[in-house]
């Protein structure tokens, strides 16, 4: 009998992952509050998941559930932890394994050394604070026997879907138009960026395959390299030069607005020092490599090229 998998959120991450699944023969579910089918072969469903009965409802006859949800900065501290506890119930009562899309902010800052699964949570932001508050939480319901949970973490994403992320609608864009790109911190550092078709193809591997539960993993991670040399990679694929105005503290800049940049201005140490991660133990243990960076990036200019070539013609 095929699976079921189900995906909270529809952002970014639960798009491509959901796409992902369906292209190993899952059969998909797909949640949100709105519940509109994004791609075809998707059960979609409307469902808060705030709310226990309603993430209950939405995650019934899974074998999986995948936690893609994320929300805005100022409310995460606060609306984060409910989530949380609405979809670990849920996935109990479903019995189903869990797998959770997870950030780099536990760490906190690490002074430039390379991060692996074993680097020690410092995190001093509150919302990395929260973060790890959360992961210790699911790493102990796994332990109680509660629920078989399985940590992914990524660095900053970027790729097709990818818009509101330091490499995203600020810099793709801007590399086709002409115009002006934005940078944040010091970059001439090494950063790493995760590649989003490679986070959605790592975290359905984790999906289906319950050895790999009760840890946290690095998704798949090409070799980090500074952004301006992945603004080169850009140029190089674009032909034309790209202009970067670059950020040393967090201020508004187009669509990164007061509130936003108020609300990210504790995480802005990621851009000060240099940001390693390490997904070699993911990569030996299934078998996988990253998608190589320039690659990664030619096929996200073909996206936003496309992406742009339809909201010229619509108008």
Not at 21 to 30: K, N, W
Not at 156 to 175: H, I, K
Request: with cysteine; aromatic share 8%; charged share 20%.
């Amino acid at each position: 009998m095929t699976e079921l998998h189900v995906v909270l959120g529809t952002g970014p991450a639960g798009a491509t992952l959901a796409e992902e699944l369906l292209r190993r023969g899952h059969v998909v579910r797909t949640v949100d509050r709105r519940g509109v089918a994004q791609l075809e072969g998707v059960e979609a469903y409307a469902a808060d998941i705030r709310d226990p009965g309603a993430a209950a409802e939405a995650v019934a006859g899974a074998a999986v559930v995948y936690h893609c949800v994320n929300v805005p900065y100022e409310q995460q501290v606060e609306v984060m932890p409910r989530i949380q506890e609405a979809v670990l119930a849920a996935a109990e009562t479903a019995g189903a394994r869990l797998v959770v899309t997870d950030t780099l902010y536990p760490y906190g800052p690490t002074g430039g050394a390379v991060m692996t699964e074993e680097t020690p949570w410092r995190a001093v932001a509150a919302k990395g604070r929260m973060r790890a508050d959360l992961d210790r939480r699911y790493l102990d319901a796994h332990a109680r026997g509660q629920v078989q949970v399985t940590l992914g973490r990524a660095a900053d994403f970027f790729g097709p879907r990818v818009f509101n992320s330091s490499l995203g609608a600020t810099v793709f864009p801007a590399a086709l138009t002409g115009e002006t790109a934005l940078a944040l911190g010091d970059i001439d550092l090494p950063h790493s960026y995760s590649y989003i078709r490679d986070v959605a193809a790592g975290l359905a591997l984790l999906g289906e395959r319950p050895d790999a539960a009760g840890r946290v993993w690095h998704l798949p991670t090409a070799p980090a390299m500074s952004t301006r040399q992945v603004h080169e990679l850009i140029t190089e694929v674009t032909g034309r030069p790209l202009s970067v105005d670059v950020l040393s503290e967090p201020q508004p800049w187009g669509p990164f607005d007061d509130v936003f940049m108020a609300e990210y201005a504790e995480l802005f140490y990621q851009y000060l020092e240099p940001q390693v991660v390490d997904s070699s133990a993911f990569e030996q243990a299934f078998g996988v490599r990253p998608t190589p960076l320039a690659d990664a990036l030619a096929e996200t200019v073909a996206w936003y090229t496309a992406t742009l070539r339809l909201r010229a013609a619509a108008g």
